[in-house]
Nanobody, 124 residues
Framework: QVQLVESGGGLAQAGGSLRLSCAAA?????????VGWFRQAPGKERKFVTA????????NYADSVKGRFAISRDNAKNTMYLQMNSLKPEDAAVYYC????????????????WGRGIQVTVSS
């Protein structure tokens, strides 16, 4: 069982930045996992934001965040980060860290492990 813990959310102004973190609370190494972020706004479905293959470092981004968000990993800390720059009001949502063994798609239903989510609010 992989338990994921998010941190770093909060309030930012439009054009500002926030950094989210995701760590495996259970002590499980992220090696061999794909780890990523989804977000869900009120009344809307959970949508893919970005993901990283822990072993290869390859990344994937939703078009809506390309050039503004950056996912990265720290192997020593077994922690994944999401740097969010140039934030827009439409980026406001609950952000969920997710993990899947070896392979993942952009569909939320295909991911097996989830954090509890963290609120990101962007003021205009």
């Amino acid at each position: 069982q992989v338990q994921l813990v998010e941190s770093g959310g909060g309030l930012a102004q439009a054009g500002g930045s926030l950094r989210l973190s995701c760590a495996a609370a259970s002590g499980v190494s992220f090696s061999n996992y794909v780890v990523g972020w989804f977000r869900q706004a009120p009344g809307k479905e959970r949508k893919f934001v970005t993901a990283i293959n822990w072993n290869t470092g390859s990344t994937n981004y939703a078009d809506s965040v390309k050039g503004r968000f950056a996912i990265s990993r720290d192997n020593a800390k077994n922690t994944m980060y999401l740097q969010m720059n140039s934030l827009k009001p439409e980026d406001a949502a609950v952000y969920y860290c997710a993990a899947n063994l070896q392979y993942a798609t952009t569909l939320a239903s295909s991911w097996n492990y989830w954090g509890r989510g963290i609120q990101v609010t962007v003021s205009s």
